[in-house]
T-cell receptor, first 111, second 116 residues
Framework: ELKVEQNPLFLSMQEGKNYTIYCNYS?????LYWYRQDPGKSLESLFV???NGAVKQEGRLMASLDTKARLSTLHITAAVHDLSATYFC???????????WGAGTKLIIKP | EPEVTQTPSHQVTQMGQEVILRCVPI?????FYWYRQILGQKVEFLVS????????KSEIFDDQFSVERPDGSNFTLKIRSTKLEDSAMYFC??????????????FGPGTRLTVL
């Protein structure tokens, strides 16, 4: 069974702190996606990581991919309240026609 | 700029009724996907659609579900006889290309389906 596991599933942190969300997957996919979802809203694409060692940064978020370890990380630097959301990672399914999703990490950043 | 819109934004229906959810791409995308998300839970793949055919469907996508492009642009998801457990957010997604070359899937705003 294809699995994508995120941890932690819930994270409450103070503004200004750093933290990392982890995404482990069991497929042989060499691409990984990070999405953000605000409550009651749609899924917004954050990053697409296309190969082993890929690193992408946007503002206070930085994502990396290690395909050998089947691990991606989403690092938050000096968190601000506006980053509060649920973050999902996803990988291509073996059949190429779907994304396999993690359970999401609900991030709450307190002022 | 949104790649895709969805209507309605919220649909309330009685159990056993048929519902049709619509997805309207901004441009002429060929590759469509439907996902659902039960409140507070993970995103689940339902079906992918390419060139007017289903490419793949999940176990969730049983005989109660169907998809089509009735006019060559809109992309619809029909649930023939809704059940309470069909209550969820339904997201349409598109890509510019399919499969491992498809890249990022862009999601519509979703339709919240409530079955009473």
């Amino acid at each position: 069974e294809l699995k994508v596991e995120q941890n932690p599933l819930f994270l409450s942190m103070q503004e200004g702190k750093n933290y990392t969300i982890y995404c482990n997957y069991s497929t042989t996919s060499d691409r990984l996606y990070w999405y953000r979802q605000d409550p009651g809203k749609s899924l917004e694409s954050l990053f697409v990581l296309l190969s082993n060692g890929a690193v992408k940064q946007e503002g206070r978020l930085m994502a990396s991919l290690d395909t050998k370890a089947r691990l991606s990380t989403l690092h938050i630097t000096a968190a601000v309240h506006d980053l509060s959301a649920t973050y999902f990672c996803a990988v291509d399914g073996d059949s190429n026609y779907q994304l396999i999703w993690g359970a999401g990490t609900k991030l709450i950043i307190k002022p | 700029e949104p790649e895709v819109t969805q209507t309605p934004s919220h649909q309330v229906t009685q159990m056993g009724q048929e519902v049709i959810l619509r997805c309207v791409p901004i441009s002429n995308h060929l590759y469509f996907y439907w996902y659902r998300q039960i409140l507070g839970q993970k995103v689940e793949f339902l079906v992918s659609f390419y060139n007017n055919e289903i490419s793949e469907k999940s176990e969730i996508f049983d005989d109660q579900f169907s998809v089509e492009r009735p006019d060559g642009s809109n992309f619809t998801l029909k649930i023939r006889s809704t059940k309470l457990e069909d209550s969820a957010m339904y997201f349409c997604a598109i890509t510019y290309r399919q499969g491992r070359l498809g890249g990022t899937q862009y999601f519509g705003p979703g339709t919240r389906l409530t079955v009473l």
